[in-house]
């Protein structure tokens, strides 16, 4: 006679075979996740279809719609874990840092390096204008928050000046994202060292020399 195992009073077997499943449903997530990335990067939104994504993917067709309804959902849930996987990113980079200062530079060149290695963040963002404006907009309030808040605490400390902390952060992250698409999206590289530091320089000295700074006779570049 066949002997067969009892789960365990306590569920541990239960609970290992949901959490195999849960581990192997995340994986497929992040398989479609990532193909879809790909393909709407690629094709565009209106271009891109299910049957594409499944395929690089490597996945049925149906298999899609376990975890998403509708191409719409997937592009959506791809511009949210686009959004948490930058502000996390950048959350971590700058987390022990208490000179504002330094956490500008640092939250810079990790921004820098996210987009070179995924410079698609720019195609799929611009594309989410269009698609879901409200969620383009969203995309951006996120990002700010984070950043508004450790300006305040920046000035709260006195590192920085009293400002609007909500226009300082819009006309900072305006910059860095300029920077981003010049040398990341354009060229695939992060910028040479002496454009970060210009960065960082107009960042915390604006654009007026300092005393005994420039010949007034040389404009720069």
Not at 67 to 89: C, G, P
Request: one cysteine or more.
């Amino acid at each position: 006679m066949r002997r067969t195992t009892s789960p365990q009073p306590d569920g541990t077997e239960f609970s290992g075979k949901v959490e195999k499943m849960s581990e192997r449903a995340e994986a497929t997530r992040r398989k479609l996740l990532e193909a879809a990335e790909e393909v709407f990067a690629e094709l565009g939104f209106f271009r891109a279809s299910v049957a594409e994504i499944t395929r690089r993917a490597n996945v049925a067709q149906g298999t899609f719609y376990i975890y998403f309804k509708a191409k719409e959902d997937i592009f959506r849930a791809l511009v949210r874990t686009m959004s948490h996987d930058l502000r996390q990113e950048l959350a971590m980079a700058v987390a022990s840092i208490t000179d504002r200062a330094e956490a500008e530079r640092v939250g810079l060149e990790t921004f820098l390096h996210f987009v070179t290695r995924r410079r698609n963040l720019y195609i799929i963002v611009r594309e989410c204008e269009f698609v879901d404006p409200e969620l383009h907009r969203w995309y951006y309030s996120r990002l700010a928050e984070g950043y508004m808040r450790g300006l305040r605490q920046a000035m709260a400390r006195g590192q920085f000046r009293q400002l609007d902390a909500e226009a300082a952060a819009y006309a900072l992250m305006g910059a860095f994202h300029m920077v981003g698409m010049r040398w990341a999206l354009w060229e695939g590289r992060v910028p040479p060292r002496e454009v970060v530091e210009s960065v960082v320089s107009i960042v915390l000295h604006g654009l007026v020399p300092r005393p005994g700074e420039g010949d007034p006779g040389q404009p720069a570049g």
